[in-house]
């Protein structure tokens, strides 16, 4: 049963609702333009326009824009990816046409003053700071620039600190000129509201927009010999991440990893990894491996810190993990709670309405469809333990892992 409803205005923004019977509303305005579609030495140019979208338009000062949806208790922020740009707010109801008329503003109409600019560089400059001084954050993305080598995958979102000192109101026109395309934008609502009035209001702020449709060049990676790297850092434990490219968003097998990450070392503490070197040999306190899969490729790791003396024994033990799964097959009981502890998972995650809508405006811009609970699940019990063996022996061979370690100094 469809949850959702959908209405495309002809300039080709599109409207993505959710009924939910709440005074609460969530909402997002998500533009399917991030890191990877920078120009080379422009890295950080997504994020740099994300912050600067909040300090000036033609009508409002930064003061009226922050106001505009806080003077009504709501909460107002953004985020940029890899492949997507999206400012996101909660608020009372009776107020969805203040997040309307903001969010047409901020995307359409900002300014980009160089006072601005000049103000928001510095801020920017102090993140790249911060973020250089925890470890377990810095290691995620030069992992990632590691297993990415010479693509735009591999750039850091926030940027470089020589990137960003040069980054200019040219260069902020032209990605947005080249990669806001208004087929590649979508309006994400989850509340309680007639549709056909929320139609209207929608419509009121988004119907006049020209349509713009420049055509974006993604490439693929390509695949990358795998490395072992080591680098010596300020700090007083041992970071390392292993792992590599995976299955994009569209791969038949992308449930069955999601699946298998989950199960190796995914939310809860009874993962396989956790229960292995945490519990049963106390080495590291965070051991945990993700997937995120990308509309071409995806990637796959596997992190943990522990004392120095520790680490060669605790991946040691995670070899040994991938192991087992490359070896053998899992059986009829843990197969069936592998499935069970996920699924209950992802209908839980459900509770989040914000995360939800978010989810349900990706997938609408990644596949044209949203998925609903019951075909997730569907996807999910239909893994067998012969697909979990042969992603297993392609996604965790050692020789398809790139290990990236942060030593003590």
């Not at 533009?31 to 033609?58: M, P």
């Not at 995120?292 to 943990?304: Q, V």
Request: proline share 3%.
């Amino acid at each position: 049963m469809i949850d959702h409803q959908v209405h495309t205005l002809p300039n080709g923004i599109r409207l993505l609702f959710k009924h939910t019977p709440s005074h609460i509303t969530h909402c997002c305005f998500m533009v399917n333009a991030g890191a990877r579609d920078e120009a080379e030495g422009k890295d950080g140019l997504a994020h740099f326009i994300e912050h600067l979208l909040f300090k000036a338009t033609k009508r409002r000062n930064t003061a009226q824009i922050l106001n505009h949806l806080e003077l009504v208790g709501a909460d107002l922020n953004a985020y940029t990816t890899k492949e997507y740009t999206c400012l996101h707010a909660s608020l009372l109801k009776q107020h969805l046409e203040r997040a309307l008329d903001l969010f047409e503003d901020l995307v359409f109409h900002s300014t980009f003053p160089q006072e601005e600019l000049e103000k928001e560089r510095g801020v920017i400059l102090d993140e790249i700071a911060s973020y250089l001084d925890q470890p377990e954050e810095a290691i995620m993305d030069d992992f990632e620039g590691l297993i990415f080598k010479g693509h735009t995958l591999g750039n850091n979102i926030l940027g470089a600190t020589e990137s960003v000192k040069n980054l200019s109101k040219t260069d902020i026109d032209h990605f947005i000129q080249s990669n806001y395309n208004t087929a590649e934008m979508i309006f994400g609502v989850s509340g309680d509201y007639d549709f056909k009035k929320l139609i209207k209001l929608f419509e009121k702020y988004f119907a006049a927009i020209p349509a713009h449709h420049p055509v974006k060049h993604r490439l693929a990676p390509k695949a990358v010999k795998a490395e072992d790297i080591s680098v010596s850092k300020p700090i007083t434990q041992t970071h390392c991440v292993l792992g590599g490219q995976a299955y994009s968003s569209a791969h038949p097998y992308r449930y069955g990893l999601l699946l298998l990450n989950n199960y190796l070392g995914g939310m809860g503490m009874s993962s396989r990894l956790n229960l292995e070197i945490r519990e049963k040999h106390g080495i590291a306190y965070t051991i945990e491996s993700s997937y995120t899969s990308l509309t071409d490729t995806g990637i796959f790791n596997i992190y943990f810190g522990t004392d120095e003396e520790k680490a060669a024994k605790a991946m040691k033990l995670v070899y040994r993990e991938l192991k087992r799964l490359r070896d053998k097959k899992l059986g009829t009981v843990q197969l069936h709670q592998a499935k069970q502890k996920f699924i209950g998972q992802i209908a839980l995650a459900e509770e989040n309405r914000m995360s939800l809508i978010l989810s349900m405006t990706k997938s609408l811009l990644d596949f044209n469809r949203i998925d609903t609970l019951e075909e997730v699940f569907e996807k999910v019990n239909a893994v067998t333990a012969e697909e979990l063996l042969e992603i297993s022996n392609e996604i965790l061979q050692p020789e398809a892992l790139s290990v990236l370690t942060f030593e003590p100094e």
